[in-house]
């Protein structure tokens, strides 16, 4: 009887402690333990690649994702050995082994040709890739318009070296015009939103280089196709002029962030002159009601094993939404 009663008196101390200790929170903690939500933060599998020579392969990049504590990942397709179906379920599987969500797929294509045949290729490139990420679980792949490619070599410095010089600015190719060029890539895209609708993959384009270079030209690309199969993927790091004005005007489009960092310096020297102010992003995104991933794209020349913590930490504080 008496050690009977020894278990009801530890029982009834240990049930109550936990409740001393919430009595004893604040008001203002309560709320900010019950009202916010963090945003699932991923990490795109180049930010371990580096671009340092060959591709490190995905396998480890899932790896050290799920060491780090990232809620997801992001393949960058290029890095990837195959795109047989045996080796997608592969590494569905180690991802999903790894608590982790592929929560985007980053893809490459040109729709900015005048050789109809190219645009073809590329149209059916892109409805692969979309394939590629319905047999991944993927619910958005990254697109972009693709570029003039007037941009040559010089000296030691490759073609794109020389780009991010230019800060993404190249010229339109002789004898042809800008509005001829958006109406290549949105004829080109118009027809892959089938294969996405289909698929139930949404086509994220981003505010990249050629006719992606700024936030008017991407969005008058969105809004000619007017499909909620074509949305924004927000990069935070490709604005040199007027970020805050073209970030607003991209924000309410968006369906995932992918956000830049530097430490260690930039790996090409022209985005050593952005700023990016993630609390000022963290309070836009809000505004929008942005619940959606946040994926890091490390770019510095930093180690990756201590930049990328480094870069989760600072997004995990940066973004959040409120909850109703």
Known sequence: ?????????????????P????????????????????NPIGVSTY???????????????IDKASEFGFDGIELLLIQMESEENSYLQKLKKRAFDSGLDIMGLSTHQSFVSPDPDKRKENIELT????EVAYSLGIPTIRINTGRWGT?????????????????????????????????????????CIPTAEKCGVVLGLENHWGLGLTSGGVMRIVNAINSPWLSV?????????????????????????QAKTYFGGAKWPAFNQINIDYTSIGKLMRENNYKGYISLEFEGNEDANSAVPKSLDLLRKSFYYNLS
């Open 1 to 17: 009887m008496k050690r009977r009663s020894l278990l009801k008196s530890l029982t009834a101390a240990s049930l109550g402690a």
């Open 19 to 38: 409740l001393i200790g919430c009595s004893n929170l604040n008001s203002t903690e309560k709320s900010s333990l019950t009202n916010i939500k963090h």
């Open 47 to 61: 930010s371990f690649w580096q671009f340092n020579g060959r591709e490190t392969p995905i396998e480890y990049c």
């Open 127 to 130: 409805k692969r890739q979309i």
């Open 151 to 191: 941009t040559k070599p010089q000296g030691d410095k490759s073609e794109f070296d020389v780009l991010m010089d230019n800060k993404g600015i190249e010229t339109v190719i002789d004898g042809y015009t800008e509005d001829e060029g958006f109406k290549w890539v949105i004829d080109s895209i118009e027809q």
């Open 233 to 257: 993927t927000l990069d935070t790091g490709n604005f040199f002029d007027n970020r805050e004005k073209q970030l607003s005007e991209l924000a309410p489009h968006t369906c995932l962030i």
